[in-house]
């Protein structure tokens, strides 16, 4: 898969003409969390708190774990998940409105996991450090059972799962988050992003303005007509690409915020 991923990418690159906002090898590194976590696959921005909330993939050790980094002064605090199981953590959504952080235990490179599992945790329940007390929900995507998922956002009270796929026409499953959560709940298809960019990595929703960003290996685009789903497409910023890049967040100054797999953190000037 990263050799394809390579030679797509460099495809791309031969032939764009990239324009802002870019990450080159002189942008400024802001922090990096790879002494806490390991492989960062997702981000989110806690307006709340004014801190990013950052997670990594599975692999060797311990990774059922969370970070917090303060936007002041990039400082970084570990707060581990017990009882959790990092089976393939790529994704990490935001419920502004109500102070809850959700973890998706959601990839499936191989397309072999019928069940997914979330994770629900209140910011108020850290004691020491560590949460104890969390939710778990599990999911099955409906009618479409198999694919992955690096993505997922959360608006208009609904958890929405954007797939990573080669094609350009991601769906898009969602839950409804008001209902009561028990048993495998089915994951309903919402839509098809029309035009959508290729390996869709993350995707955030703007606090300020309610937009809609994906990001993915070939940059950021935004997502268009989304409360319309027959009509929803994508439209590309362009992102000078450098590394992995895994997550996108946005910060209260309406600036982009991208972190690699390596634990990078920079800014996306605009």
Known sequence: MKKLIIIITTIFL???TFASPQISKNSKV??????????VSGTVYDSKRNVIWSIGDSGDGD?????????????????KIKGAKNIDWEAIA?????????????????????????????????????ITKFKIIQVRYTPEKLFDVEAAFIKNNHLYFVEKTIQTSA??????????????????????????????????VNSITGE????????????????????????????GYWGQIESLCIDS??????????????YGKK
């Open 94 to 130: 935001i419920d502004r409105e109500n102070d809850l952080i959700y973890i998706l235990d959601v990839g499936d490179n191989k397309a072999v996991r019928d069940i997914k599992q979330i994770y629900k945790i209140n910011p108020k329940d850290i004691v020491d450090n560590e």
């Open 253 to 266: 100054k309406d600036q982009f915020i991208i972190a690699r797999e390596d634990g990078d953190f920079f």
């Open 63 to 79: 990774r059922s774990k969370i970070a917090i980094t303060k936007m002041d002064t990039w400082e970084t605090k570990v707060i």
């Open 171 to 204: 769906r898009i499953y969602s839950i409804d988050l008001s209902l009561n959560l028990k048993g495998i709940i089915p994951a309903l298809w919402y839509g098809t992003i029309g035009h959508s960019p290729i390996f869709i990595t993350d995707a955030e």
């Open 14 to 16: 031969s032939n764009a």
């Open 212 to 239: 809609i960003y994906l990001l993915s290996y070939l940059g950021i685009s935004k997502l268009k007509h989304f409360d319309n789903s027959a009509e929803m497409t994508s439209t590309p910023l362009r992102i």
């Open 30 to 39: 802001l922090f990096n969390i790879s002494k806490d976590i390991k492989e």
